[in-house]
């Protein structure tokens, strides 16, 4: 893509918009005149973690409970994990759910929906508490 110079002989490429993972980059530009490849010096930038975007589930429960078919599930505390690794807490409850499948059958799946912590101070947790567990034995 051609680029005119203005009268002092700048050129504009407009705006640089950047879309990576976090980390540090290296920039270098180049351009031909003439024949002849300028060079840029090189621009070191550092894209900075996305505070709202989600890497991964961060989940607690009893990881000693029996699963005995027909009883109550323990509790499971579930957050959001960010690319900055905090919680992210303004997340709707109603977008958060748990699903308990069979292994190698993908009809009835159990769909269980959180609630909010218990308290203002566990903002961006969210919890399943008291869900049964299915009647009937098996993997899943």
Do not use: W
């Not at 031909?32 to 010096?41: A, D, E, I, K």
Request: hydrophobic content about 35%.
């Amino acid at each position: 893509m051609l680029y005119q110079t203005n009268a002092t002989g700048a050129a504009s490429f407009g705006v640089l918009t950047i879309h990576a993972p976090k980390g540090k980059y290296t920039l270098h530009f180049e351009a031909s005149y003439n024949g002849n490849v300028l060079r840029s010096p090189v621009i070191k930038i550092n894209v900075l973690p996305d505070p709202e975007k989600p890497v991964y589930l961060n989940i607690t429960y009893d990881e000693n409970a029996i699963f005995t078919a027909g009883n109550t599930l323990p509790d499971f505390l579930v957050s959001v994990i960010s690319e900055d690794d905090n919680n992210i807490k303004n997340i709707n409850p109603g977008r958060i759910c748990m699903k308990i499948k069979e292994t190698d059958n993908d009809e009835n799946i159990i769909t269980f929906q959180c609630t909010k912590a218990n308290n203002d101070t566990d903002e961006g947790f969210f919890c399943f508490r008291n869900e049964i567990v299915t009647k009937k034995a098996g993997k899943y």
